[in-house]
């Protein structure tokens, strides 16, 4: 990471798996900017959600931004993200394989009934966003 003198501090909390997966990830990680005084935090273990609330519990600074260790971005993501200044804000991320449908719900309805849940969801695509600048709501 390279600390820069813009916006506030904060917690990356990298929820992977026992092992690294991609060199990509890591090149990425590294050239990336973040806010002076910024802590990283790298969960170990097969619990993706148990690995982001350890790192929750370690938090620093005003924001939280949860990243898997099979993505790669630019070096001013992150500046570009909180400069929105928005409560919870994400980038947009697509799935590794065809469709390449974008990791964010256009529409999410979860049915609860009295022994399971039934979701129905729609991914956002390459098609909604031919066009779109800024940001998008999703659910």
Same mark, same amino acid.
């Not at 971005?73 to 449908?101: G, Q, S, T, W």
């Not at 309805?109 to 031919?130: A, C, F, G, K, Q």
């Given at each position: 990471?390279?600390?820069?003198?813009?916006?506030?501090?904060?917690?990356?909390?990298?929820?992977? !798996?026992? %092992?690294? #997966?991609?060199?990509?990830?890591?090149?990425?990680?590294?050239?990336?900017? @973040? *806010?002076?005084?910024?802590?990283?935090?790298?969960?170990?273990?097969?619990?993706?959600?148990?690995?982001?609330?350890?790192?929750?519990?370690?938090?620093?600074?005003?924001?939280?931004?949860?990243?898997?260790?099979?993505?790669?971005?630019?070096? !001013?993501? %992150?500046? #570009?993200?909180?400069?929105?200044?928005?409560?919870?804000?994400?980038?947009? @991320? *697509?799935?590794?394989?065809?469709?390449?449908?974008?990791?964010?719900?256009?529409?999410?309805?979860?049915?609860?009934?009295?022994?399971?849940?039934?979701?129905?969801?729609?991914?956002?695509?390459?098609?909604?966003?031919?066009?779109?600048?800024?940001?998008?709501?999703?659910?």
């Amino acid at each position: 990471m390279r600390f820069v003198d813009t916006g506030p501090p904060g917690t990356i909390v990298v929820a992977q !798996d026992h %092992l690294g #997966r991609y060199v990509d990830f890591e090149q990425s990680l590294e050239l990336l900017q @973040v *806010p002076q005084g910024t802590k990283q935090w790298r969960i170990r273990s097969g619990a993706c959600a148990m690995n982001c609330n350890i790192g929750v519990s370690k938090r620093v600074g005003d924001w939280v931004w949860f990243i898997d260790d099979d993505h790669t971005f630019e070096p !001013d993501v %992150l500046l #570009r993200l909180l400069a929105h200044n928005k409560e919870i804000i994400a980038p947009l @991320v *697509p799935m590794r394989y065809p469709p390449f449908d974008f990791v964010m719900y256009s529409k999410l309805n979860l049915i609860e009934y009295d022994t399971h849940t039934t979701v129905l969801s729609r991914y956002y695509t390459m098609e909604d966003l031919t066009g779109v600048s800024g940001l998008i709501h999703v659910q």
